[in-house]
């Protein structure tokens, strides 16, 4: 998985909970991204980085937010969790046009 | 505002057939097509990718064509093998400076029977 890991890689939460979602890579890339994976919606982009400290939103970023301290990390937070946000959440690294997918997290919120 | 419309959901060929997924575009600025291969329970993997300026890319059994007057590209799989039994997405980004993110399609689940 391209020096790319992701924690948890399942978690179970309940409704109005505080989630935070964690990548990390080894590899120094500079854009970093969080994207959602549900049925019928392929992968669709929630937030991303083109450095520390410089993030934006993607289509589907209402309930996230997310934070980037440093180079190799790259934090999801669901600020009350919902259960519209039951999802695989996977993180993607690049340094051009290739996109490099973590192994991705199960959040179920009940 | 789905910009990548993928076809068809789920695809059964046999072994030693030609698998074909194709998808549609409407955004004309997209400058990247790759596509993408997922097993269960991992991430996507890159498997080919193409830019506008050339109407077919081949790697191994894996082809990617491109028609650009038409919006539409497709990935064929060559003498399928139950290995490649697996979810397949096409994409496409934008040259945006800084940017580079992915629209995906809906997804292909590939079932390829011995």
């Known amino acids: 998985d391209a020096g790319i890991t992701q924690s948890p890689r399942h978690k179970v939460t309940e409704t109005g909970t505080p989630v935070t979602l964690r990548c990390h890579q080894t590899?120094?890339?500079?854009?970093m991204y969080w994207y959602r994976q549900d049925p019928g919606h392929g992968l669709r982009l929630i937030h991303y980085s083109y450095g520390v400290k410089d993030t934006d939103k993607g289509e589907v970023s209402d309930g996230y937010s997310v934070s980037r301290s440093k180079t190799e990390d790259f934090l999801l937070t669901l600020e009350s969790a919902t259960s519209s946000q039951t999802s695989v959440y996977f993180c993607?690294?690049?340094?051009?046009?290739?996109?490099?997918f973590g192994p991705g997290t199960r959040l179920t919120v009940l | 505002q789905q910009q990548v419309k993928q076809s068809p959901q789920s695809l059964i060929v046999q072994k030693g057939g030609i698998s074909i997924i194709n998808c549609a575009y409407e955004n004309t600025a997209f400058d990247y097509f790759p596509w993408y291969q997922q097993f269960p329970g991992k991430g996507p993997a890159l498997l080919i990718a193409?830019?506008?300026?050339?109407s077919e890319k081949k790697e191994g059994r894996f082809t990617i064509s491109f028609n650009k007057s038409a919006k539409q590209f497709s990935l064929h799989i060559m003498d399928s093998q139950p290995g490649d039994s697996a979810t397949y997405f096409c994409a496409a980004s934008l040259p945006s400076t800084g940017r580079r993110a992915l629209t995906f399609g809906s997804g292909t689940r590939l079932q390829v029977q011995p």
């Open positions: 993607a690294i690049s340094g051009t046009d290739t996109q490099y």
């Open positions: 193409i830019r506008p300026d050339v």
């Open positions: 590899e120094n890339h500079r854009y």
